[in-house]
């Protein structure tokens, strides 16, 4: 008996799903990959705006330093002395 046609039949379905199965596999990678940089970017975006809403914040406490004339230190608008240099703030 010659069974090379059936060989040659399971040998062209073995292929035939392991491309399906390759396949598959690479449409689930590229969901996980846009997935993850959807996150990141979702992430990166919070965290721009909570960096900018930091430097608002920063913005009014810059009122609330004092800078030394002398040395150019920012000291606490209630210190009365320069933190670096020890001289009098005005």
Known sequence: ???SPIWFLVAIFV????A???RSWLEERE??????NYLY???WERKKKER??????????KALVVQCKFCGREN??????CQKC????Q
Do not use: C, T, W
């Open 1 to 3: 008996m010659d069974y």
């Open 86 to 89: 020890g001289r009098k703030l």
């Open 76 to 81: 606490p608008s209630d210190a009365s002395f």
């Open 15 to 18: 292929i035939v799903m392991a």
């Open 20 to 22: 399906l199965s390759i």
């Open 41 to 43: 970017h979702e992430n």
């Open 52 to 61: 900018e809403e930091a430097q608002e914040e920063s913005v009014g406490e």
């Open 31 to 36: 969901k996980v990959r846009r997935d993850l």
